[in-house]
């Protein structure tokens, strides 16, 4: 994502990898990452990137009118 310029389109890249609308209207959005790690054992830099994603999803969602606030969002190690 870039800096944002009012009245321009900020360009972001990638794929909300699950997001799901529950019976209160509020959407719970999730993330996987392949890791042999689990969450707790990932770094902090990666840690903290995980949580700016996730940030930038939630503007997408409030972008487009759609609830987020106490939604329950988060990373999802999958493991091999």
């Known amino acids: 994502m870039h800096k944002a310029t ?3 389109p900020q360009t972001l890249m990638g794929y909300i990898d699950l997001a799901v609308l529950d019976e209160k209207g509020k959407i719970n959005y999730y993330d996987y990452k392949t ?20 940030a ?15 939604s329950d969002i988060g990373i999802l190690p999958i493991q091999f």
Do not use: N
Request: net charge positive; charged share 30%; glycine share 14%.
């Open 35 to 54: 890791s042999p790690k689990e969450y707790g054992e990932f770094g902090k830099p990666k840690r903290l990137a995980y949580t700016y994603q996730l």
């Open 6 to 8: 009012p009245g321009k």
């Open 56 to 70: 930038a999803y939630g503007k997408l969602f409030r972008q487009y009118g759609l609830d987020y606030r106490d």
